[in-house]
Every structure is written in structure tokens, then in C-alpha cells.
């Protein structure tokens, strides 16, 4: 789950990291109140409140240039902000079709000497956490790993042992960080693995991390994501969920613990089990279609949740086709044929249907399949139903 820069903030001065102090609205009538808790001297920064990075070099499909602002007067801030609110922001990471902009976050704008970039992330090869940080913040992490691998240091963490003074200590010098500058990002990385930790965060990014003129840390952007799996122990972070930033078919499926992913492709499938969903996903693509979708509807499916997701998959118009493939384990292939016949009669399927079935009762969900009446094209491999499926398409269209 992702939350927002400004929720974030909000959390990291909780663990006293310094960040500048802000005010977050959505809605144009809180622009004036929101611009008057700053001194009339003071420079502001007006900042998208979207789940995607690279808004400060986006651009509004208004026209409008930027989705971070630093303004001068609060003039500027107040017709940055008119600009923005409400309006659709395209940056590198949000594809074509952009993010509306809901919320926007008033800050202060901190004197910028340098920008570095940290980062925690959960390092899967190895199964630690692990401190990344650079002297090239404000950047393209990506770019600077393609580029100048050198100028990334990398300190894994044993999280029995947790962050060692020694490790934060290496992070400090690498940056190059000097007298009370180092004792502060000595303080901070601290207290960013604890949030990190105690939260059970998979990524807490902070880019950039700058000095100020006199030599204080500050985090200018806070990127937080928790893992789905832990959320269960953290109330308060749940109650951050914003569901204007997530897919509405992927709320949908979360409802009825199917695991969903939109995809930009035009073949639905509906698969038992994440690993044959994936491969089923790489044999379209072999075939030379596009998958529409990522769906594990579990090993247990139910009617209800058979149903659900055909619902799920019909709701995307981008979908011209259909693969069902089942592999009948503990779940017998005839309970599952009557489940998709059942959903496929309560729901009105009007693109091809290719349903692949193996496994335990595979002769008697085969004759079901058949004797059910149904527009559906059966399949005896996988191989054979992705090929059957991309052919029904690509003639279709
Ligand atoms: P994004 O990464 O989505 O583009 P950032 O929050 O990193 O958004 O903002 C982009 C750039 O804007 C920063 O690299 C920084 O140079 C500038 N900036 C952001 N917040 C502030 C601030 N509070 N004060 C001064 N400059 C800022
Ligand atoms: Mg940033």
C-alpha cells in the first residue's frame, strides 16, 4: 500500500525526522486558510498530492507546466495551486493517461545546498533491509545506477540486530557529511530504519534529503509503501488509504480476496494459483497477445468469487477475449466447470470464452463445459488454449 508525501511527512516528524512544516487541502475553498498560516515573507512550495514520482518535471493536461512549485509570493502559490487542484498531472511514472490531482500539500521551501537521496528498501535476494544513498539526489535514482553505480552505497542491515551505529556512521561518511551535519544523518538513518521497521514498510525513499546553508538535514519528498501482508497489525496506516489512487476493479477484487492487477493488454485471464497466472501471462505473450490482466482467483474459488471476477474482467473495456485456466487440485475440475458456467450465465459474456481445464474430474468438467450450451471454446493445454484465445482475438478485431 502507498501513501501520500504529505501523510508521510506527517509520519517521519512522528519519529523525528526533520521535514518542512506543511498543510495539505482538497479543496479550493481551503487554498486562502491553507496560504495563511505563512509569513507574508515567506517562500512556499506548492506540491501534487498523487501516488506517483517525478511531478516536479510533469506536466498538466491543462498544458500547465509542473506539479511542484516553489513560489515566491502567495499570489504565486494560489494560482499554482488553482492550477493544479483538481487537474490531470502526467509525469514519467504515471503512463499517458496521468493522475487527477486530489490533493495538494502547502510547504515551506527550505534554502537547498545539496541534494543527496536515501533509501530503505527490502532487499529480496538476500532478505535484508537495505540502506541505499547517494550523493546524487533530486535525480533519477535509476539513471545514477545505470550510469554511475559508483556513486550508490549500499549498507545491508541485519534486522535481527537491526542499524548498527558503525553502519550509519559508513552512510554518513560516504555522503560525505562533516561535524554536526554527520551527527544529524547519523540521528536520522536511525530513526528511518525504526519507522521502517516498526511499520513494516517495504520502501521509505527520501529524494531529496538536503543540507541548508547551514548545514541541516531536511526531507524534501517522502515516498512510503507498507507491505499488503502486515497491514493487518497497523490500523493507522490502513486508515491512510486513499482510494481516489487505486484502480477501481483492483478495489473491487480485493473484496473478494482475489488477487487483481490491471494490465494495458486486451486478453483477460482467470487463473487458480499465482504461478500458473503468471505463466499463463508469458504464454499469451508468446502466442503475440497481450494479457489484460493479472487474476488469481485462489485455490479454493468459490461461485461468488467466480462470478466477481468475470465481472471484474468484463468491467475493463479494453478486454476482447477470455482464458480460463484451471488446474483442479484439492479443487475438483467439475466444481470449478459448474462455477464458470453458472457465472458465465449470470453474467453477460460477449467476447470469445477459451476455458483450459486440467487436473482432478477432468473428464466430468469437460462434458459439463460441453453440454452446458454456452459459446465457450474448450482447450487441451495450456499451449493450445493461449493460441485458441490470441486466434479469436486478433480475428475479431
Ligand atoms: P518529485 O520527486 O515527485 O518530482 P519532489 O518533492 O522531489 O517531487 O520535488 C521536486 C523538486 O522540487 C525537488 O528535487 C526540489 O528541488 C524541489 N522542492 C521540493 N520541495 C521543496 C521544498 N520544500 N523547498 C524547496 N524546494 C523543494
Ligand atoms: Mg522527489
Redo the contacts with the bound molecule.
Keep these: 500500500m502507498n501513501i501520500h508525501?504529505y501523510q508521510a511527512k506527517e509520519l517521519f516528524a512522528s519519529y523525528g525526522i526533520p521535514v518542512?512544516k506543511?498543510y495539505a487541502i482538497n479543496d479550493r475553498n481551503g487554498i486562502e486558510s491553507a496560504l495563511a498560516k505563512f509569513g507574508d515573507n515567506e517562500?512556499i512550495?506548492v506540491?501534487?498530492q498523487i501516488h506517483?514520482?517525478?511531478?516536479?518535471?510533469?506536466t498538466f493536461t491543462t498544458g500547465y507546466k509542473g506539479?511542484?512549485k516553489?513560489c515566491k509570493t502567495k499570489e504565486d502559490a494560489k494560482a499554482a495551486a488553482e492550477a493544479m487542484l483538481g487537474n490531470i498531472l502526467v509525469?514519467h511514472?504515471t503512463g499517458a493517461a496521468g493522475r487527477k490531482v486530489n490533493t495538494l500539500y502547502f510547504?515551506?521551501?527550505?534554502?537547498?545546498q545539496k541534494?543527496y537521496y536515501l533509501a530503505i528498501v527490502m532487499d529480496r535476494s538476500s532478505s535484508k533491509p537495505v540502506i541505499i544513498a547517494s550523493t546524487e539526489?533530486?535525480?533519477d535514482i535509476e539513471t545514477v545506477a545505470e550510469h554511475t553505480p559508483e556513486k550508490l552505497v549500499k549498507v545491508f542491515i541485519n534486522p535481527s540486530l537491526g542499524i548498527r551505529p558503525h553502519q550509519a556512521r559508513q552512510v554518513a561518511f560516504a555522503l560525505g557529511f562533516k561535524g554536526d551535519t554527520q551527527k544529524q544523518c547519523i540521528k536520522l538513518l536511525t530513526s528511518l530504519y525504526k519507522f521502517f521497521w516498526e511499520n513494516d514498510c517495504s520502501q521509505v525513499e527520501i529524494?531529496?534529503l538536503?543540507t541548508t546553508p547551514e548545514g541541516n538535514l531536511?526531507a524534501?519528498?517522502?515516498?512510503v509503501n507498507f507491505d499488503d501482508n502486515a497491514l493487518y497489525r497497523h490500523e493507522k496506516i490502513v486508515a491512510l488509504r486513499d482510494f481516489n489512487e487505486e484502480d477501481s476493479k483492483e478495489i473491487e477484487a480485493s473484496k473478494f480476496s482475489l488477487s487483481y492487477i490491471a494490465l494495458d493488454g486486451n486478453i483477460a485471464c482467470m487463473v487458480n494459483g499465482a504461478g500458473l497466472a503468471m505463466s499463463t501471462m508469458d504464454i499469451i505473450k508468446q502466442h503475440g497477445g497481450e494479457p489484460a490482466n493479472f487474476l488469481d482467483v485462489g485455490g479454493g474459488a468459490t461461485e461468488a468469487q467466480v462470478t466477481a471476477a468475470f465481472n471484474i474482467i468484463l468491467s475493463d473495456k479494453n478486454v476482447k477475449g477470455i482464458l480460463v485456466n484451471i488446474f483442479g487440485g484439492i479443487m475438483k475440475c467439475d466444481i470449478i466447470a459448474n462455477g464458470v458456467i453458472a457465472a458465465a450465465r449470470n453474467v453477460k459474456i460477449s467476447v470469445p470464452l477459451v476455458v483450459r481445464l486440467e487436473g482432478t474430474n477432468v473428464k466430468e468438467g469437460k462434458e459439463l463445459l460441453s453440454g452446458s450450451g454456452l459459446p465457450l471454446v474448450t482447450a487441451d493445454s495450456l499451449d493450445d488454449a493461449a493460441s485458441k484465445i490470441v486466434k479469436l482475438v486478433k480475428s475479431a478485431a
Design positions: 508525501e518542512p506543511g517562500a512550495v506540491k501534487s506517483a514520482g517525478g511531478r516536479g518535471k510533469g506539479g511542484v516553489v509525469t511514472q510547504t515551506e521551501a527550505s534554502k537547498i541534494e539526489g533530486g535525480v529524494n531529496p538536503i531536511v524534501l519528498d517522502a515516498k
